[in-house]
């Protein structure tokens, strides 16, 4: 079928794309910009939101496979073993609130209804089983790691684009591999390895490389003093490297070449003492099959190769009435479009 309004434009022969859905990260543009009540008064914009985003999704990119990956939230137990300040005395979903809210100070009042949140959550996860949409969950772990998992490994012979939805930059290091894309949807464009090469003069595949020394004030995750992105690109060239994964030993290297030379530049003597920083941050951000246990990683293979797309719309449209949700939802036209996209 011929999708409105196509973003998608395949620059090579595959098959349709895989897509991926970082799920609260969407779920949470989601619960604060729809305004969307339940007969009772109870907001449910999250709900609704999300799987008019997904149908959005589908009509766009006509993928062959949906996935969205959940969390619950907060700091995993094996980043905090390594660094116990991470991600501490912040809530993850209320910074990304406050971003998105911040022009719409009549509803930050939602930021901190985390009982509606939970409902709808729980109603939504509810709602996508109706749908031919994978959901995966792993406990005790963040959904970025999943995602690291599901592209860097278990899709990986998928012979077919992966598009990532997601506004999240920890995610810029995947782009190292060239079947690879994400879809920012604040921004509503594709972003590719060309185009965060363009814009950082960093290769995604030492994005992260990047990071450990920049650190990250979301996570609460310290870098070296007074080196940002903008510094680590200009002071380190070789991030730019699109061939060689540049390690610690590397970076080190690299500075000390130039206290040799006798360069005045702080960066290079602040970065040259900061190893065990730098490997601390490498274990905190670098995305990989390391960051589960055995039995998480068969969980996300036994979900993933189990699972058949199917669409109930009966039992769609049951599940949103009984829960007092009145919507513009065209369940006619979502039904045909998903059926005819990812189960036929």
């Not at 509810?126 to 406990?139: S, T």
Request: proline content about 4%; overall charge positive.
């Amino acid at each position: 079928m011929t999708p409105v309004n196509l973003i998608f434009k395949p620059n090579h022969k595959t098959e349709r794309p895989i897509v991926i859905v970082d799920g609260m990260n969407i779920f949470i543009r989601m619960f604060v910009v729809n305004e969307t009540t339940t007969t009772s008064g109870d907001p449910v914009g999250g709900v609704v939101g999300f799987v008019k985003y997904l149908n959005h999704l589908t009509n766009n990119f006509v993928p062959k496979k949906l996935f969205v990956v959940w969390e619950q939230g907060g700091a995993s137990p094996r980043r905090k073993k390594i660094y116990e300040g991470y991600k501490a005395n912040r809530s993850k979903d209320k910074e990304s609130f406050a971003q998105i809210n911040k022009d719409d100070s009549k509803r930050s009042w939602l930021m901190n209804d985390k009982e509606n949140k939970l409902r709808q959550l729980h109603l939504l996860t509810q709602v996508l089983k109706h749908m031919p949409v994978c959901q995966i969950y792993v406990g005790d772990t963040e959904a970025d790691d999943v995602i690291g998992y599901l592209l860097r490994h278990k899709l990986a012979q998928e012979n077919a684009r992966k598009i990532l939805v997601s506004s999240d930059k920890d995610f810029y290091q995947l782009l190292e591999n060239p079947s690879i894309e994400i879809y920012d949807p604040a921004k509503k464009i594709l972003v590719s390895a060309e185009k965060i090469l363009e814009q950082y003069s960093i290769s995604p595949r030492n994005f992260c490389m990047a990071r450990t020394m920049v650190g990250d004030t979301s996570d609460n995750i310290p870098g070296v003093d007074g080196v940002g992105l903008k510094t680590a690109a200009k002071r380190f060239p070789i991030l730019a490297d699109t061939i060689t994964d540049l390690q610690t030993q590397d970076i080190l290297n690299f500075c000390q070449q130039k206290l040799t030379e006798k360069s005045k530049i702080k960066a290079y003597s602040d970065v040259f003492n900061a190893k065990s920083t730098l490997e601390r941050n490498w274990s905190l951000m670098y995305l990989d099959s390391t960051t589960l246990s055995a039995s998480q990683i068969q969980k996300i293979d036994f979900t993933v190769d189990n699972f058949k797309p199917n669409l109930n719309k009966l039992g769609l449209i049951r599940t949103m009435m009984e829960a007092g949700v009145v919507t513009d939802i065209d369940y006619d036209r979502l039904s045909t479009l998903f059926k005819t996209t990812l189960v036929e």
